[in-house]
Every structure is written in structure tokens, then in C-alpha cells.
């Protein structure tokens, strides 16, 4: 379908009684198409069949809908006519119903006695029924009466200059004349005028997944949905019609990755990688501990891709300190092997340089030449010499820039995929000719996120921790706990053991929400831990202030190093036992998590403890979920439908957060549906609009 014919695309002020105002108000709610309005999702429904509650029948805190006449009504001014309380009263023959307003006077002259007036609220009182700033709806008397009364009516989203009974009015007169033109997304899957699922363009006879032909999205067409959307006859259909449009949303997703993914496909060339074992062989023998079954099984696994002639794309995905460095080392050897050259990219300064000293450890033995590259390290004329071999580049995203230039670059490494956006992927591949790829991710993703947006990548996990590792116990704790917190702490440190002291903020702790900042703690952590040296680390230090910190701490030459969540990456030192995270509360679980990863790493038992200022009851029903595990997939699990998907997708720029219709928290089995729809596509046409 073409968009010049697609009356869709149209701005919402060719609709008739359109004026810029109303324009202008769209444009906030980000409506500027009919098809826009078309999907504006009401946000609650209201059922005004003859089943309606009374004004008699209202229960104290519970959100009801009645229906009555105003019988009296005025302001009341107070404190010298700076301020107001409008009123009304509404009788609907059960019951008399007070409706209060304060400091808006001129509601006056929207209300008049004898109005028929939808009330919408909960009840404050009972003596009298009151309600205090309830939202109303005038009936007016007209021919759109059968818009607004004796139906399941819905309730949008607005803002100011839109007013509800008008916007309803609109959406009602646009479904009437447009309706029947809402045309099917992905005409070549579903719909048409069977309404039944088509098979892909050139497949005569489609094997459906079990799921496929019960789930009862499918066989709704669009349109039909879109009409359910706003006007459905009965509740359920409102369900049923956003699992249609969320499908639709991910099928968009999907189609687009799978695009991708054949593209690459068919013109990429790239030059096999998988080695000899001339250096994997002594980095192993040297490296002081033998890979764990689960490493060994993802060595495999990306060997074969590094055999192939189309280039690798892989995700390795491993819980915090699961051992994906030393992979990452592995699968740089065979692309080293191969003679060509590898980059290495990674979110902060502080984890590229760790990475650059371990694998400067393990490689320059072997005669690999490794280079850092960094917002502050550039390149030395010395090190341009050597650019004729193959070599190892570790950085930042200072690699992503023009400055940064490779022969043979073979094998691209992401660390921390989560932090990058696709875009930063995609420039640093083009350094080669389509070199291979392996992102790295500790963030473990939720099966519904891990679909929609890794969809282009093969997925090779870790399945367990190396041994040997000392458990993690975690306490949840209130500020009142602190002075204990810090002699716990100092007791540890004088075993021998080092802590870091977490904090969300840098330089000004503030006031008004108690949250905390590492500078200003710094002075008073120094004496609290004395005779105990503690060190600074925030993203505001220099390079090689932050380099020094480190490596007092990792000499431990300092024993208790106060961050921010500059350290959530990587870090790796496994002598530090202790975590103290102040403003917990303030963290997501999964990110939580990442930081607690940098304990835990040695032989010892390390603690973890969560201080929050404030221990509401939902705080700690959130923090709770760390103290009972340590299992990153049901934290994740757990923060996706707590706060939702925003951190979990980071920079991941997927798509995904343009979803309209599709929850990442309950809609696994569409997510699913999605996949296997455009898996089945084959290299048909897609039917996507663009
Ligand atoms: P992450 O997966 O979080 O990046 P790292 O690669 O930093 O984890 O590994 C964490 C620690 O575990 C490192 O100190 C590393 O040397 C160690 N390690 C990795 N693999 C093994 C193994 N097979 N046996 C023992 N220790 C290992
Ligand atoms: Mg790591």
C-alpha cells in the first residue's frame, strides 16, 4: 500500500471542526495524523448502560461513575478572596452528591443548576457524599447523544484546550467516515478479507505454531480493532483489540530486524576468522584456571560462526561476573590467528582501561599487540608504526569516531551491549568490511525484550559462575542502621578485605529528597573508616585521576573506594567484600544488581548492603527481591514489571519504545506470535509501511 493513497496519513486539520487550536493541542498529545488520533488509546472506560451506580450506592474510596442533576451550586470565597471553593450538588433521585473545586471560581460559569452532569471520582465522605475535584461531563442535549450516553464510552488522555465529551465526539465522527479505510499493517500475515492468517507471499501452505491459530488477536482485523479501541460493545473486546494493535507493533519490529538481518545476509562477504590455536593454546595454558563447561560450550559455538563466510552476530549474554571476558579474549585469539585485527569496545574509561591491563597481560606475552584508545588516549606516533600487523584496539566509543582507522578489522566486541545504542554498533563495524560481531551483556533480558529487541542476533548464553566463588548475602537496612553499617564495614576492612561505598549523586547532596552525594559524604566516610584510607571515583574526574583511584584501590593501597554507579560496569577486584549502596531506593533492581556484581568476585563471603533513606513500604517490597536472590534473570524479570521496560532497554534504541499498544511485561506470547509470523516470511515483500 502506498502512502498516497493512504488517507491516513492525512493531518488531523483536514478533519471537519479542526482549527489550529485544536492543532496545536494534538501536537502535544503527539497527534498529527488521522491515524494518530485513530490509535489514541482512551485511558480508562466508562460504562454508561442502564447497569450505571447510583449516587445511594457509592462506596467511600472507590472510583465510581454516577449520573445526576446539579441542584444548587456556587463559590465560597475565604482568607480575604485569595482563596476559593466551588460547589455543586447533584441529585439523581437516590442520593445527593457535594462536588468540590478549590481555586478554579469560574467552573461557576461552566455549571448551571439543571445540568445533567456525569460525575467521576471517589467518595471522600459519606456525610454529606462528597467528592473533591472530580471529572465531569456535561450532557448535552443533540443528536451525538448516542456518542456519549446508554454505551461503554471511553475517556482519553487530554490536555488543556481538548475537552473530553468533544474529543470523543471527534474520534466518533472520524471512525464513521475513515473506519472502514483503516487498512490492515501487515496485509501479507493478517487480516484481509477472510480475516483469517494468510500464508507469506509464495508459501502455499503455512504450518502454524500451536499458538498461533487459538490466539484470537489474529483473527481481528485492524479495523475492526481501531473501531473496539474507542467504542467497544462489551469490556473485553478493549483487551482483546490492544493485543491486536500490540501485535501489529511487534510484527513492525520484527519484519524490520529480520530486513536487516537478510540484507547483511545476502551481501555480506566476510573473511573466516576461526584460527589455529597458535595463541588460544598458550593463553589457556597460562591463564591460571580452566574455562567452565558453559564457556567452553559459547567458545564453540562462536568458532563455528567465525568458520562461516557470512559474518557472526552474536549476543553472549552472562550474569554479572560469569566469566565473559576471558571469552571475549578467546574469540579476539582466533580472529588474531586469522591475521586480522580485532576492536574492542566498551561504555567507560575505567572498564576499557581494565580490559587494556588484562589483555595486555595475556596477549603482549604472545607477541599481540594491543592498543587503548580513549577520549583521552590518543594514539603516540610510535604506536601508528605497528599498524601494518595485526593488533588488538581496546576503547570507548572514542573508537566509533573518524579519527579512529583499521586494516583487517575481522572481529568487532561489544562489552555492555545494554550501553550502546545500534547506531554506535553499526559505525564501528563499518571500519571493516563486514567484520564479525559479538556483542557482551550481563544485563539479563527478559524473554519478551530479549525478542523484540536482540531479534537480530543469534544468543549464546553463560550459564553458570565459574567456582570457587564466595556467596553474596544482602541486607536491606534504614539510615537509622548506618552507624552499625560503617563499623560492620570497618571490621571487614581490618580482616584484610576492601568495601565501596555507593551514592547516586557527585557533588551536592539534595535536601529536599535526602539523596546523597559522594563528594559531600567523603570527609566524614574518611574519619568514620580511618585509620582505613578511602579514595574518590565519579564520572567527573579526570582519566587519570580515575585510573589512580583504581589502581590504589586494586593494589590496596586504598581500602574503601566511594563511588558513584561509574562503577557498575566491569570492575573487577576480587578482594572487595563489602558493598554499601546509600539511597538504594533510588536504583533500579537490575542496576542494583550490575553494582552488587563487583562483590563477590573471590574466594571470600562478601555482603551487600542496601541503605534507604526512605524505607517506604514499596521500597522495600523492591529491595526485598535482592535480598532473596542473586539470580539476575528473576531480578530482571522482577524490575521489567515493577518500573517497566526504560532501563532494561537502555540505549538499546529499538524501536520497542514506541510501542503504543504492546507491554514488554505481559505480552510474551505475542512477542512470540511476532517472531514466528516474520520467520515465516521468508524473503517475501514485506508488508510493512514504512
Ligand atoms: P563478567 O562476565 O561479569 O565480565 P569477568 O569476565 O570479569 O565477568 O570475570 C569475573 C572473574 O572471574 C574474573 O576475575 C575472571 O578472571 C574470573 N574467571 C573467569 N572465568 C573463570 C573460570 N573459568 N574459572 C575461574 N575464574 C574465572
Ligand atoms: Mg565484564
Not at 454508561?48 to 449516587?55: K, L
Request: aromatic fraction near 6%.
Amino acid at each position: 500500500m502506498s502512502d498516497e493513497f493512504d488517507p491516513l496519513v492525512r493531518p488531523v486539520a483536514a478533519l471537519r471542526g479542526v482549527g489550529p487550536r485544536h492543532v496545536e493541542c494534538f501536537a502535544k498529545l503527539g497527534i498529527v495524523t488521522l491515524e494518530d488520533l485513530l490509535l489514541h488509546q482512551p485511558r480508562r472506560y466508562e460504562d454508561r448502560r442502564a447497569t450505571g451506580c447510583t449516587i445511594a450506592q457509592l462506596k467511600l474510596n472507590e472510583p465510581a461513575t454516577v449520573l445526576g442533576k446539579i441542584v444548587a451550586q456556587g463559590v465560597n470565597y475565604y482568607a480575604k478572596r485569595t482563596k476559593s471553593v466551588f460547589e455543586f450538588i447533584l441529585d439523581d433521585g437516590t442520593a445527593r452528591l457535594h462536588c468540590r473545586w478549590w481555586n478554579l471560581p469560574w467552573l461557576e460559569d461552566k455549571f448551571h443548576v439543571g445540568d445533567e452532569v456525569f460525575v467521576h471520582g471517589k467518595l471522600l465522605s459519606l456525610k454529606p457524599r462528597t467528592m473533591d475535584h472530580p471529572e465531569t461531563e456535561v450532557v448535552e442535549a443533540g443528536e451525538e447523544a448516542s456518542v456519549h450516553l446508554h454505551r461503554i464510552v471511553p475517556v482519553y488522555p487530554l490536555t488543556e484546550g481538548l475537552s473530553q465529551r468533544w474529543l470523543r465526539g471527534l474520534l466518533w465522527r472520524t471512525l464513521e467516515e475513515y473506519g472502514a479505510q483503516i487498512p490492515e499493517r501487515h496485509p501479507t500475515f493478517l487480516g484481509g478479507s477472510g480475516l483469517r492468517l494468510r500464508a507469506g507471499a509464495g508459501a502455499a501452505v503455512v504450518a502454524l505454531a500451536p499458538n498461533l491459530d487459538t490466539n484470537p488477536a489474529l483473527s481481528l482485523p485492524r479495523a475492526a480493532a481501531v473501531r473496539s479501541l474507542h467504542f467497544p460493545a462489551e469490556l473485553p473486546e478493549t483487551e482483546l483489540a490492544r493485543q491486536r494493535l500490540a501485535l501489529d507493533e511487534f510484527l513492525d519490529l520484527q519484519l524490520a530486524v529480520r530486513a536487516r538481518r537478510e540484507k547483511l545476509l545476502a551481501n555480506a562477504r566476510s573473511q573466516p576468522c576461526k584460527g589455529d590455536n597458535h595463541l588460544i593454546r598458550p593463553f589457556l595454558a597460562q591463564l591460571g584456571f580452566s574455562l567452565t563447561d558453559s564457556q567452553t560450550t559459547v567458545l564453540r559455538e562462536i568458532r563455528a560462526d567465525l568458520a562461516r563466510g557470512t559474518p557472526m552476530r552474536r549476543l553472549l549474554q552472562g550474569d554479572v561476573g560469569a566469566g565473559k571476558t576471558v571469552v571475549a579474549a578467546c574469540t579476539a585469539l582466533m580472529a588474531l590467528e586469522s591475521d586480522h585485527s580485532v576492536a574492542l569496545m566498551a561504555p567507560t574509561e575505567i572498564l576499557a582501561e581494565q580490559h587494556f591491563r588484562n589483555f595486555t597481560r595475556w596477549l603482549e606475552p604472545l607477541g599481540v599487540n594491543v592498543e587503548l584508545r580513549t577520549g583521552s588516549r590518543k594514539p603516540t606516533a610510535n604506536s601508528q608504526l605497528s599498524t601494518l600487523n595485526p593488533q588488538l584496539f581496546i576503547g570507548t566509543h572514542a573508537l566509533v569516531e573518524d579519527a579512529f582507522t583499521v586494516e583487517r578489522l575481522g572481529l568487532v566486541i561489544i562489552d555492555e551491549q545494554h550501553k550502546f545504542g545500534v547506531a554506535q554498533r553499526e559505525r564501528l563495524l563499518r571500519k571493516g568490511h563486514y567484520p564479525h560481531l559479538l556483542v557482551m551483556t550481563a544485563t539479563p533480558i527478559p524473554r519478551t525484550l530479549g525478542l523484540t529487541i536482540y531479534g537480530d542476533l543469534d544468543v549464546s548464553v553463560i550459564a553458570h559462575l565459574p567456582p570457587g566463588r564466595g556467596a553474596i548475602k544482602t541486607f536491606v537496612r534504614g539510615p537509622e542502621k548506618l552507624p552499625k553499617v560503617w563499623a560492620f564495614v570497618r571490621e571487614r576492612l581490618s580482616e584484610g578485605r576492601q568495601a565501596y561505598v555507593v551514592y547516586p549523586r557527585v557533588e551536592d547532596t539534595d535536601l529536599k529528597t535526602g539523596t546523597k552525594a559522594v563528594m559531600a559524604e567523603f570527609e566524614k566516610l574518611a574519619k568514620e573508616l580511618a585509620p582505613h584510607r578511602v579514595a574518590l571515583l565519579h564520572g567527573r574526574l579526570s582519566a587519570e585521576e580515575k585510573e589512580s583511584a583504581m589502581a590504589e584501590f586494586r593494589a590496596n593501597r586504598v581500602q574503601a573506594l566511594l563511588a558513584t554507579s561509574v562503577i557498575e560496569v566491569g570492575v573487577d577486584v576480587a578482594n572487595a567484600t563489602v558493598m554499601v549502596i546509600e539511597n538504594a531506593e533510588q536504583f533500579g533492581l537490575a542496576q542494583l544488581h550490575q553494582l552488587r556484581g563487583r562483590i563477590g568476585r573471590g574466594a571470600h563471603d562478601s555482603w551487600c548492603v542496601l541503605v534507604a533513606a526512605k524505607l517506604t513500604d514499596d521500597a522495600r517490597a523492591r529491595l526485598k527481591v535482592l535480598e532473596e536472590t542473586t539470580d539476575g534473570f528473576a531480578i530482571a524479570e522482577a524490575d521489567l514489571r515493577l518500573r517497566g521496560p526504560g532501563e532494561l532497554l537502555g540505549q538499546a534504541q529499538s524501536g520497542a519504545q514506541q510501542f503504543k499498544f504492546a507491554d514488554l511485561t505481559r505480552d510474551l506470547e505475542l512477542a512470540k506470535l511476532a517472531r514466528d509470523l516474520a520467520q515465516r516470511a521468508g524473503g517475501s515483500p514485506l508488508g510493512a509501511r514504512a
